[in-house]
């Protein structure tokens, strides 16, 4: 998930669906309440203690934090140079993924109706007007790191919606990526503050959509993906030739990354 989030145009939900963990994140980050905290103020540690471990799922969430943590501190530099270098097969990678996890969620819905024929159009209309915006001009105070977090997260907990990218649109991408690449502390933990604070506000709207209507929400949220292979596809066409020479590498790396996915999510499946 942090490789995936790393990248504009890549969503770190989606690799969260794939591996059959999405369900259970969404719902364990929205069981957060911070009801905790009240026997700290009668002096009860034994009280906190026990209702933080029945309120937070530590086994779950510390590999998970550690894994994203490890993947931003480590591939940040990795991923930067495979777009720079690379950026027609690496976006065609992308692409794939993308493609690849959109047919994995078509696979989850049990029917296909009208109703969810309508939401799957929505999302993705809505998706690519969303990534043809232009960047935002802005700052880099901390309080706008930290409205940011909070929006980014948002996005990056949505299959096919990159946090990544809506830190581009906000103007925030490189700042953080070069503050991660720098270890600049009081930014990543502005950042990191804010975006704790949207990721445990919206994942409770997205639990209750997942548990009460969870076939429109899947559709829409196939849309969504839909809609966001504008981001790869047009930098795979301004980085290449229109030609044979220039897409079949490109098409031969695209079929890779939806191998990869397919094969991973076989495999999560016959785990399970």
């Not at 047919?103 to 209309?125: E, H, P, Q, S, T």
């Not at 581009?168 to 953080?176: A, I």
């Not at 990721?199 to 969504?224: D, P, Q, R, W």
Request: with cysteine; proline share 3%.
């Amino acid at each position: 998930m942090g490789s995936a989030d790393i990248v504009p145009g890549v969503s770190g939900g989606t690799i969260a669906l794939i591996t059959g963990i999405y369900g259970h994140l969404v719902e364990a980050i929205s069981r957060i309440s911070f009801g905790f905290v009240k026997p700290l103020f009668k002096g009860d540690i034994r009280g906190f203690w026990t209702q933080m471990l029945d309120e937070i799922e530590f086994k779950f969430f510390i590999p998970l934090v550690l894994g994203i943590g490890v993947a931003f501190l480590t591939l940040a530099k990795v991923v930067t140079f495979c777009m720079e270098a690379y950026p027609a097969w690496t976006y065609s990678f992308f692409l794939g993924l993308i493609i690849a996890s959109a047919v994995i969620l078509f696979k989850k819905l049990n029917r296909i109706n009208a109703k969810n024929i309508v939401f799957a159009i929505i999302g993705a209309v809505l998706t690519y007007i969303f990534v043809s915006l232009n960047p935002i001009a802005a700052n880099h105070s901390l309080i706008v790191l930290f409205i940011s977090g909070m929006i980014a997260i948002c996005a990056m907990i949505l299959p096919g919606i990159s946090g990544s990218f809506l830190l581009l649109l906000l103007g925030q991408y490189k700042y953080m990526l070069n503050a991660l690449h720098t270890l600049s502390i009081v930014e990543i933990i502005v950042f990191v503050i804010g975006a704790l604070i949207g990721i445990l506000g919206f994942s409770k709207l997205l639990n209750y959509l997942l548990k009460n209507h969870e076939e429109v929400t899947m559709a829409f949220l196939i849309g969504v993906m839909l809609g966001s292979l504008k981001v790869p596809g047009a930098e795979i066409i301004n980085s290449v030739s229109m030609n044979f020479t220039g897409l079949f590498p490109c098409l031969i790396v695209a079929i890779i990354g939806f191998a990869l996915i397919i094969i991973l999510e076989t495999r999560f499946d016959y785990m399970e």
